[in-house]
Protein backbone atom coordinates (compact mmCIF):
# COMPACT_ATOMS: atom_id res chain seq x y z
CA UNK A 1 0.00 0.00 0.00
CA UNK A 2 1.52 2.86 -1.28
CA UNK A 3 1.69 6.29 1.39
CA UNK A 4 -0.26 9.15 1.95
CA UNK A 5 0.67 12.38 0.25
CA UNK A 6 2.27 15.09 2.53
CA UNK A 7 -0.66 17.10 0.76
CA UNK A 8 -3.54 14.06 2.05
CA UNK A 9 -1.90 13.78 5.38
CA UNK A 10 -2.13 17.78 5.71
CA UNK A 11 -5.42 17.70 4.25
CA UNK A 12 -6.12 15.15 7.09
CA UNK A 13 -4.79 17.08 9.90
CA UNK A 14 -7.01 19.88 8.92
CA UNK A 15 -9.80 17.92 9.03
CA UNK A 16 -9.51 17.04 12.39
CA UNK A 17 -9.60 20.73 13.73
CA UNK A 18 -7.65 24.13 12.90
CA UNK A 19 -3.86 24.50 12.48
CA UNK A 20 -1.99 27.36 13.09
CA UNK A 21 0.65 27.69 9.79
CA UNK A 22 3.76 27.18 12.22
CA UNK A 23 1.73 24.29 13.95
CA UNK A 24 1.02 22.60 10.77
CA UNK A 25 4.69 23.02 9.51
CA UNK A 26 6.22 21.62 12.06
CA UNK A 27 3.93 18.41 12.23
CA UNK A 28 4.41 18.04 7.72
CA UNK A 29 8.18 18.36 8.22
CA UNK A 30 8.33 15.99 10.89
CA UNK A 31 5.95 13.53 8.66
CA UNK A 32 8.27 14.09 6.22
CA UNK A 33 11.62 13.37 7.79
CA UNK A 34 9.99 10.31 9.16
CA UNK A 35 8.98 9.34 5.40
CA UNK A 36 12.52 10.31 4.54
CA UNK A 37 13.72 7.83 7.57
CA UNK A 38 12.44 4.93 6.70
CA UNK A 39 12.33 4.98 2.85
CA UNK A 40 16.45 5.37 3.57
CA UNK A 41 16.30 1.96 6.06
CA UNK A 42 14.25 0.19 3.20
CA UNK A 43 17.46 1.01 0.81
CA UNK A 44 19.80 -0.65 3.53
CA UNK A 45 17.68 -3.49 3.59
CA UNK A 46 17.54 -3.92 -0.06
CA UNK A 47 20.30 -5.85 -1.13
CA UNK A 48 20.12 -4.24 -4.51
CA UNK A 49 19.71 -1.21 -2.75
CA UNK A 50 21.57 2.17 -3.92
CA UNK A 51 24.86 3.59 -2.99
CA UNK A 52 25.19 3.41 1.34
CA UNK A 53 27.93 5.86 0.93
CA UNK A 54 25.37 9.27 1.29
CA UNK A 55 26.95 12.01 3.00
CA UNK A 56 25.76 14.78 5.55
CA UNK A 57 25.70 17.11 2.59
CA UNK A 58 22.68 14.80 0.85
CA UNK A 59 20.83 14.98 4.14
CA UNK A 60 20.98 18.72 4.30
CA UNK A 61 19.84 19.33 0.91
CA UNK A 62 16.91 16.88 1.97
CA UNK A 63 15.90 18.65 4.71
CA UNK A 64 16.28 22.13 2.48
CA UNK A 65 14.07 20.69 -0.16
CA UNK A 66 11.45 19.25 1.80
CA UNK A 67 11.07 22.58 3.73
CA UNK A 68 10.83 24.12 0.23
CA UNK A 69 8.16 21.27 -0.56
CA UNK A 70 6.27 22.16 3.16
CA UNK A 71 6.20 25.86 2.46
CA UNK A 72 4.99 26.12 -1.09
CA UNK A 73 1.76 23.45 0.07
CA UNK A 74 1.28 25.67 3.06
CA UNK A 75 1.15 28.41 0.50
CA UNK A 76 -1.27 26.35 -2.08
CA UNK A 77 -3.32 25.06 1.64
CA UNK A 78 -3.73 28.98 2.48
CA UNK A 79 -4.91 29.80 -1.70
CA UNK A 80 -7.32 27.24 -1.50
CA UNK A 81 -9.03 28.19 1.68
CA UNK A 82 -8.19 25.10 3.68
CA UNK A 83 -5.82 26.76 6.10
CA UNK A 84 -6.60 29.97 7.58
CA UNK A 85 -5.17 31.99 10.27
CA UNK A 86 -8.26 34.05 11.08
CA UNK A 87 -10.26 30.73 11.88
CA UNK A 88 -7.73 29.27 13.94
CA UNK A 89 -7.93 32.23 16.00
CA UNK A 90 -11.48 32.13 16.13
CA UNK A 91 -11.63 28.62 17.33
CA UNK A 92 -8.85 28.87 19.20
CA UNK A 93 -10.38 31.53 21.64
CA UNK A 94 -13.81 29.96 21.24
CA UNK A 95 -11.89 26.72 23.00
CA UNK A 96 -10.45 28.41 25.62
CA UNK A 97 -12.51 31.54 26.59
CA UNK A 98 -14.49 29.70 29.20
CA UNK A 99 -11.97 28.51 31.25
CA UNK A 100 -8.45 30.92 30.71
CA UNK A 101 -8.47 34.87 30.59
CA UNK A 102 -7.36 37.17 28.07
CA UNK A 103 -3.73 36.99 28.80
CA UNK A 104 -2.99 33.29 28.66
CA UNK A 105 -5.23 33.01 25.61
CA UNK A 106 -3.06 35.73 23.96
CA UNK A 107 0.13 34.14 25.26
CA UNK A 108 -1.27 30.77 23.33
CA UNK A 109 -1.73 32.07 20.08
CA UNK A 110 1.90 33.82 20.55
CA UNK A 111 3.59 30.53 20.48
CA UNK A 112 1.58 29.85 17.38
CA UNK A 113 2.76 33.04 15.36
CA UNK A 114 -0.42 34.70 15.85
CA UNK A 115 -1.36 37.39 17.62
CA UNK A 116 -5.36 38.60 18.42
CA UNK A 117 -7.40 41.07 16.36
CA UNK A 118 -8.25 44.56 17.63
CA UNK A 119 -12.24 43.49 17.77
CA UNK A 120 -11.45 39.89 19.42
CA UNK A 121 -9.33 41.48 21.87
CA UNK A 122 -12.47 44.21 22.64
CA UNK A 123 -15.08 40.83 23.46
CA UNK A 124 -12.50 39.14 25.53
CA UNK A 125 -12.07 42.15 27.77
CA UNK A 126 -15.68 43.05 27.87
CA UNK A 127 -16.63 39.32 29.29
CA UNK A 128 -13.18 39.25 30.96
CA UNK A 129 -14.85 39.82 34.68
CA UNK A 130 -17.67 37.47 34.17
CA UNK A 131 -16.21 34.54 32.84
CA UNK A 132 -13.17 35.33 35.97
CA UNK A 133 -16.19 35.01 38.74
CA UNK A 134 -17.55 32.14 37.13
CA UNK A 135 -14.05 30.40 36.89
CA UNK A 136 -13.88 31.04 40.79
CA UNK A 137 -16.72 30.28 41.60
CA UNK A 138 -16.89 26.91 40.05
CA UNK A 139 -13.49 26.65 41.89
CA UNK A 140 -14.20 28.04 45.17
CA UNK A 141 -17.65 28.73 45.11
CA UNK A 142 -18.23 26.20 48.66
CA UNK A 143 -15.69 28.30 50.28
CA UNK A 144 -17.16 29.81 53.27
CA UNK A 145 -17.62 33.62 53.84
CA UNK A 146 -14.58 34.33 56.49
CA UNK A 147 -12.39 32.77 54.24
CA UNK A 148 -11.82 35.78 52.05
CA UNK A 149 -10.41 37.18 55.17
CA UNK A 150 -7.54 34.67 55.05
CA UNK A 151 -4.66 35.43 53.54
CA UNK A 152 -3.25 32.29 52.36
CA UNK A 153 -6.87 31.32 50.80
CA UNK A 154 -7.04 34.90 49.38
CA UNK A 155 -2.95 34.32 47.63
CA UNK A 156 -4.52 30.62 46.63
CA UNK A 157 -7.53 32.41 44.69
CA UNK A 158 -5.35 34.97 43.07
CA UNK A 159 -2.30 32.15 42.23
CA UNK A 160 -5.47 30.35 40.37
CA UNK A 161 -6.80 33.14 38.38
CA UNK A 162 -3.27 34.32 37.71
CA UNK A 163 -2.60 31.36 36.07
CA UNK A 164 -5.48 31.21 34.04
CA UNK A 165 -4.52 34.32 32.57
CA UNK A 166 -6.84 36.99 34.07
CA UNK A 167 -5.18 40.64 34.95
CA UNK A 168 -4.61 41.56 37.87
CA UNK A 169 -7.07 43.63 37.88
CA UNK A 170 -9.64 41.73 36.94
CA UNK A 171 -8.41 39.41 39.53
CA UNK A 172 -8.83 42.10 42.38
CA UNK A 173 -12.51 42.61 41.09
CA UNK A 174 -13.45 39.14 41.42
CA UNK A 175 -11.79 38.88 44.91
CA UNK A 176 -13.12 42.26 46.15
CA UNK A 177 -17.04 41.48 44.60
CA UNK A 178 -16.60 37.91 46.69
CA UNK A 179 -15.99 40.53 49.84
CA UNK A 180 -18.64 41.77 49.66
Given amino acids: MKPLSLKMRAIGLLS ?9 RRKLLRIARDVQVRAR ?11 AGETRDDDEISSEATAAEVDALLAWL ?3 GYLSESRFVES ?3 ARAQ ?3 SL ?19 ALAVTEFERAQAIWQR ?18 QTRFLAARGFSPGVIRRVLRAEDD
Wanted: aromatic letters at 4%.
Fill in 16 to 24: QREHSPLEL
Fill in 78 to 80: QAQ
Fill in 41 to 51: AAERSDPAGGD
Fill in 99 to 101: RYG
Fill in 139 to 156: KFGNAPAQAAFDPALRAR
Fill in 92 to 94: RVH
Fill in 104 to 122: RIKQELAQHGLDLGAEQQA
